[in-house]
């Protein structure tokens, strides 16, 4: 063998090694980094923010790397809240692949940080900034997913829509549900992943499982208000706004909506509870009993994640009262917001809230989703839950064992809401699957200082290249 051949056949060893290790490759992991770093620098909040400015950047990427312009479209309702939607064309022996991820961020006040939240910062193992874990991380691996194969003139079988879209976190221009009603041409797939969470849950830095998102809950705000004639404040009276609605918030807080489980949720803890060990695992059993055990439940729900798959959830995130400092406050306010599990509505959910806050004084509104309030809440109900099919199932399983070994598959219910609940409603299949990994005690997501493990990004980035590419079994083109 001469040299040339055994050199050739030595960058092929190492190319095969590479690719059956469970490590993330350097070069894109550096690439990942550098789109998360330009996602991170543009401000994309509601407020002050730009989502057409992150959308032109991606396709900026994408252009430059040999996406033609017929492939690339920025649109959406408004100048501040257009929407990228990129093509990847296969072979189409199969209908397409949509993945979708939001590019929108909740406010981040700079002086509550001990960073710039919008500038990327590695500290200590981890990236801190605004979005980092919700979800400007998903949207870099999706664009570094799309850069590597374009790179590598991978075919697949089938097309790969990339959806990057504005208002995810209770905006007003929703765009996953403006593309289904507007430019259903544009994104319309067999099925569709979704970025928009975290897959593997830690421990201590010790995995458990990872987590299959097949259904959601509903997301719903709900406006709480008082008013009284006010007056003089060295004239105090028994009936004051802020008092009122603050007690009734007190009680809300003592409140937890019944435990209710269903065909995903029921599943999850049927898995789980044999990883358990001691009161943990016996209280996973209880809860699977009907009906389920009170006090294993109250035990079970002090863990926020299980907490949150057992019970809707209705919490205060915003206050605001009164005028002026020497007066008897006119008016108070609060944003309840919840998380409603499915089969129930938005309807049904004030009705409880009326309930719980025992107080006539104290009036519920909806707010729906373009801010319009209202004496009624919506009808709407989240969708069932996607159902599992092997030829996806199957491959997740095999790359989860190689990456993360030992751990289980086990579809879930999201606690939060995503964009699903459109692309559902639109007869698309939907999943929540990515390759992050996070531990349990610290889920930073809206929360000051959002962090994120720079390995578990570097991981993720690579787990998606890896699923993609065996779930549309393609060739490369050289």
Known sequence: MNRKSILALGLICTSIAA??????DPAASALARDVLRELISINTTDSVGSVTRAAEA???????????????????P???????????????????????????????????????????????????????????????????TLLRFKREGFKPDRDLIVALTADEEGGRSNGVEWLV??????????????????SVYMRHDVPEEYQLGATEKL???????????????????????????????????????????????????????????GERAADMRAILRSPPDEAAAQRLSQDPLDNALLHTTCVATRLSAGQANNALPQAATAIVNCRILPGHSGEETRQELIRVLADPHIRV????DDGQVSDRGTDRKSMPATALVPEYLQPLEALVGQMWPGIPVIPTMSVGASDDIYTRAGGMPSYIITGIAINRDDIRDHARDERLEVRSFYRGNEFIYRYLESITSGARTP
């Not at 690719?19 to 993330?24: D, F, N, Q, T, V």
């Not at 991606?58 to 959406?76: E, N, Q, S």
């Open 19 to 24: 690719a059956s290790s469970a490590e993330p």
């Open 365 to 368: 509104q909806y707010v729906a």
């Open 78 to 144: 408004n100048e501040r809240k257009k929407n990228l939607v990129v093509r990847l064309h296969g072979t189409g022996a199969h209908r397409p692949i949509l993945l979708i991820g939001h590019l929108d961020v909740v406010e981040a006040p700079r002086l509550e940080w001990s960073t710039d939240p919008f500038e990327l910062t590695e500290r200590d193992g981890y990236f801190y900034g605004r979005g980092v874990s919700d979800m400007k991380d998903g949207d870099a691996i999706l664009v570094t």
């Open 181 to 198: 009603k507007e430019h259903r041409d544009l994104i319309d797939a067999e099925w569709v992943i979704n970025e928009d969470s975290e």
């Open 58 to 76: 991606m396709r900026a990427r994408l252009h430059a790397a040999g996406f033609p312009d017929a492939d690339l479209h920025v649109l959406g």
């Open 219 to 277: 997301y719903a705000d709900y406006l709480l208000s008082t008013a009284n004639p006010g007056g003089h404040s060295s004239l105090p009276v028994p009936q004051n706004a802020i008092y009122e609605l603050t007690a009734g918030l007190a009680r809300l807080q003592q409140y937890r909506f019944p435990v209710e489980l269903n065909a995903v949720t029921r599943a999850y803890f049927e898995r789980m509870a044999p990883r358990q060990t």
